[in-house]
């Protein structure tokens, strides 16, 4: 990969970018193929961030119709009926992103997500997933990690007001400005069936942890037990939810408060996307691709959390403790 110059059409093309995070990152972005499954609406937001940064290559994977509900939060969908009836969302957010660049290949893979072997997946350098199972989300952060070539993955969850983004990019090196000196640091990613099995009293500062991350965890256990889909899901699951809830907290001898039933309610409200709010998480997961692909700044770990109520984004690092620490 850095063995390759840049062509002078990119260089023209991405000379802005370019003085900011120099050649390299740009040759290594030109260079990196990204699948992304699931075409909701802050998707959406995210594949126009890297389509403009100009990545090498785009694969959607979302054979959904095209929905009121989804023309709503997804703008890459035109108003127009003609265009888009018979057609899946991503055959039509295909069309629409092309616009946005050239230069980057933009291509429509069509299937079931869980139904993909490994040998898919190695075409990728990075793996974007939404509105899938949990099971499902663990399924393929497997089969990234036992790649190779260290597939980077990601999965979003926007829920109304509320976003989720998970991160793991197992062992990623990567420079960060550290006073008036630019340092070299290695971080290490525990697999997405780790960070959400933790058991909740051994989180560092436990009590300050985004109410967020317990919140999503109940809801998600719900829907697994369920066998529903994200987002099918209602208010009327709402006495469930907080049955499975006071299950959980009981089991691990947590308090109930940190997970209110204000924000479950919420979650449980959010079936519909917040466009304000798939904006902000679709350009922090753009953000954090370009970080972990150009190796440029300290990205993620391993969780982020958006609430539009308070306005306040939080990262937390839901990760095992260190014994030594």
């Given at each position: 990969m850095q063995g390759e110059e840049l062509t002078e059409q990119e260089t023209a093309l991405y000379d802005r970018q370019i003085r900011v995070w120099?050649?390299?990152?740009?040759?290594?972005?030109?260079?990196?193929h990204v699948l992304v499954g699931g075409m909701k609406g802050t998707v959406a937001e995210f594949c126009k961030n890297i389509v403009l940064a100009g990545v090498g290559s785009v694969t959607l994977l979302d054979d959904s119709p095209v929905t009121e509900e989804a023309m709503n939060a997804n703008f890459l969908i035109p108003p127009d009926e003609g265009f888009y009836k018979g057609r899946s969302i991503s055959e039509v957010c295909c069309d629409s992103l092309k616009d946005f660049n050239p230069m980057v290949h933009v291509s429509v893979e069509k299937g079931d997500l869980s139904s993909f072997n490994a040998d898919f997946f190695e075409k990728f350098d990075v793996v974007v997933i939404s509105c899938c199972s949990l099971s499902t989300k663990s399924a393929i952060n497997e089969i990234c990690r036992k790649s190779s070539?260290?597939?980077?993955?990601?999965?979003?969850?926007?829920?109304?007001?509320?976003?989720?983004?998970?991160?793991?990019?197992?062992?990623?090196?990567c420079t960060k400005k550290l006073a008036n000196e630019t340092v070299e640091c290695i971080l290490q990613y525990p697999s997405f069936e780790e960070a959400i099995t933790l058991p909740w009293k051994i989180l560092p500062n436990h009590k300050r942890v985004s109410k967020l991350y317990f919140a999503m965890r109940v809801i998600q256990r719900f829907e697994e037990s369920e066998a529903r889909k994200p987002g099918e899901i209602s208010l009327a699951d709402l006495p469930n939810v907080l049955k499975l809830k006071k299950e959980l907290c009981q089991a691990q001898s947590f308090n109930e408060s940190q997970i209110p039933d204000s924000l479950l309610e919420r979650l449980l409200l959010g079936k519909l996307e917040f466009p304000p709010v798939c904006a902000i998480i679709g350009g922090i997961l753009g953000q954090e691709v370009i970080k972990a692909i150009s190796r440029k700044g300290q990205p993620i770990k391993n969780f982020f959390y958006f609430d539009a109520m308070d306005g306040n984004g939080v990262v937390e690092d839901i990760s095992k403790p260190n014994p030594a620490s």
């Open positions: 120099g050649a390299d990152a740009q040759r290594r972005l030109s260079k990196a070539k260290r597939i980077a993955f990601y999965s979003v969850d926007c829920r109304g007001s509320c976003g989720e983004i998970f991160v793991d990019l197992q062992e990623h090196s």
